[in-house]
């Protein structure tokens, strides 16, 4: 038996009903837990024997709106935690998709893995994801001021509003994108044969 079947098998016993999903891809694993669960699989990962994820290597939001050409008919934000399990040498991938799409909300994983604190505040920074029980989230790269979440894919790219220093008032001002919106459709133009026989 290899070592993912290994750990598959422990994860599938240790988690039971709080495992919404399991598959591989990559020779790694990927759990879906609902965000009720959360709390307790995290704990659960940390802590069993057979799993003892310690390290929280990276957490970050994303947005499945129109993921796969509009293939994915879920709710469109997710979490996903990438652990590492330093005693034995393995990773895991583990996902938990927001409940509802207009108000994204997961419980926060700092009191299991207090490395998350940060990457929270990214992702409710950028994707607008907010994690309950997170102590100081707050935005962490963006403006305190910055209207949206600019991942967001319905976020347009030139932004809601631009920033310049008036010399008049002698402070930064907010005022309305100047920027015309438009499409940015790649095109790609070739030669005839263009890489044949070269």
Same mark, same amino acid.
């Not at 879906?32 to 024997?49: I, T, Y």
């Given at each position: 038996?290899?070592a ?7 994860l ?7 495992l919404a ?5 990559f020779?790694?694993? =990927?759990?879906?837990v ?5 709390p307790?699989a ?6 069993a %024997?057979?799993l003892g ?11 499945y709106r129109?993921?796969?050409?509009g293939?994915?008919?879920?709710p469109?934000?997710a979490?996903v ?5 330093? =005693?034995h ?10 409940a509802?799409?207009d108000f %994204? ?10 490395a998350a604190?940060w990457?929270?505040?990214?992702s409710?920074?950028l994707?607008?994801?907010?994690y309950?029980?997170h ?8 403006d ?9 894919k319905?976020f347009?790219?030139s ?15 907010y005022q309305?994108v100047?920027?015309? %919106?438009r499409?940015?459709?790649p ?5 005839e044969?263009?890489?044949?026989g070269?």
């Amino acid at each position: 038996m290899t070592a993912l079947e290994t750990l598959r098998q422990t994860l599938e016993a240790t988690l039971g009903a709080h495992l919404a999903g399991l598959s591989e891809a990559f020779g790694e694993i =990927t759990i879906e837990v609902a965000p009720a669960e959360l709390p307790a699989a995290a704990l659960a990962l940390r802590d069993a %024997p057979g799993l003892g994820f310690d390290t929280l290597i990276d957490l970050c939001g994303l947005d499945y709106r129109d993921h796969g050409e509009g293939t994915h008919a879920g709710p469109r934000f997710a979490s996903v935690i990438h652990l590492l399990s330093v =005693t034995h040498n393995q990773r895991l991938r583990v996902r938990s998709f927001c409940a509802d799409d207009d108000f %994204p909300v997961l419980p926060s994983v700092t009191e299991v893995w207090p490395a998350a604190g940060w990457y929270e505040r990214e992702s409710f920074d950028l994707l607008g994801i907010v994690y309950e029980g997170h102590a100081d989230l707050r935005r962490i790269l963006t403006d305190y001021g910055f209207v949206g979440h600019p991942f967001r894919k319905d976020f347009p790219v030139s932004g809601f509003v631009e920033m310049r220093y008036d010399p008049e008032q002698k402070r930064v001002v907010y005022q309305p994108v100047s920027i015309e %919106p438009r499409e940015n459709i790649p095109r790609v133009i070739r030669e005839e044969g263009y890489g044949a026989g070269r």
